[in-house]
């Protein structure tokens, strides 16, 4: 069976399972808020029309530097992209017959990009079920790699490493002439989150991935960004095509970066749907990980393989992410996004049917 390589691909998934689609369903296998796009796109959308019939400015200048200003860095330090998997995409071209190492379990298109490109690759494995940081086996890996990817928080354990890990791991990778490059895709989701990017005065192996598409659900526009030190990313978008993000994504990431009550409002909400939910898995003893952000694993610990609870939430409309292409999980967990608390609370009661079968 090919499983679809991302969530929210439903048609495909039920194409493979050879199910039939349930006249209703709840999604929760897309990491997206809950609450939508910034209620300001909406506002401001009719505005978009004159942009059509422009051409993009081919180095988004005004968006790279709102996000520069907004980092304390120089615009030469942001590379704008048509989502996070674009920026992957090109830094996988870089790294064009290099030794990677990818801390699992990691967001698959890492490894995907490295392998199209040639490149030889190493895992550090994670073990659950807290996932916790460990460097048993590390420097042996990074004494001949080229480059580290490092998702935090992590996709799909939700797990967030404080910024004394990332700077014990830029000291690391820095020893051995290696890159770090550290996917953020779900940081602003994080409470706690600390910012490394004051980190890149000092270390320029250091690559920041972020991703717009999350926390303001426009996975149907596309856009990210990558932070570093300006040769670097001077040397990553020569692989990127001219006129790679529109002009309506531009406007939008602008309208976006204004949404900082939006940003706080979605926080508010996943924090409390994120602990009515755990309370819930631990009093009905299922394992869940300790996640910081707006998704978490799931695991019924009286099976190994997690098949059959999956294919019982599908028949009554809650679609999970399965984890068939994550390495170190082939199937043993389930991802769920944070929903609404009414689309939470129909999650809760077909997991009760499945405990009362």
């Not at 480059?147 to 404080?162: K, L, R």
């Not at 199937?331 to 079968?357: C, E, H, Y």
């Amino acid at each position: 069976m090919k499983w679809p390589a991302h969530g929210a691909n439903l048609n495909y998934l039920f194409e493979a399972l050879k199910m039939p689609k349930p006249e209703r369903i709840i999604d929760f296998s897309a990491n997206i808020n809950p609450l939508g796009p910034p209620p300001l796109l909406k506002e401001q959308w009719h505005q978009l029309y004159d942009r059509i019939s422009d051409y993009p400015d081919p180095m988004g200048f005004l968006l790279k530097k709102r996000i520069a200003e907004r980092e304390g860095l120089l615009a030469e330090q942001v590379l704008i992209g048509n989502g996070g998997a674009e920026i992957i995409s090109l830094i996988g071209r870089m790294l064009s017959g290099k030794r990677v190492v990818i801390v699992q379990p990691a967001f698959s298109e890492y490894e995907k990009v490295c392998r199209v490109n040639g490149c030889s690759i190493e895992y550090h494995q994670l073990k659950p079920d807290h996932w916790e940081w460990a460097d048993e086996g590390l420097d042996r890996k990074l004494e001949h790699a080229d480059a580290m990817f490092f998702c935090n928080p992590s996709n799909p354990t939700g797990v967030y490493y404080p910024k004394t890990v990332v700077l014990h791991l830029l000291e690391k990778c820095a020893t051995n002439n290696c890159l770090l490059i550290v996917d953020e895709a779900f940081y602003d989701f994080v409470p706690t989150y600390e910012s490394i990017v004051e980190y890149m005065k000092d270390f320029a192996n250091l690559l920041v991935i972020r991703s717009m598409t999350k926390m303001f659900a426009i996975p149907g526009i596309r856009l990210g960004y990558l932070l570093g030190d300006p040769t670097m990313i001077k040397e990553i978008g020569k692989f990127q095509p001219e006129w790679s993000i529109n002009a309506l994504a531009l406007m939008v990431g602008e309208w976006c970066l204004s949404s900082e009550n939006h940003i706080t409002k979605t926080i508010k909400l996943i924090e409390a749907e994120k602990a009515r939910l755990t309370d819930f898995y631990v009093a009905e003893n299922f394992l869940v990980s300790p996640s910081s952000t707006n998704f978490y694993l799931l695991r019924d610990p009286s099976l190994e393989d997690q098949f059959p609870f999956y294919q019982f939430l599908i028949t009554q409309g809650m679609i999970p992410r399965h984890t068939m292409n994550f390495v170190g999980l082939e199937g043993t967990w389930m991802r769920f996004a944070i929903k609404s608390p009414d689309a939470n609370d129909q999650l809760v009661g077909a997991i009760v049917a499945w405990r009362n079968l």
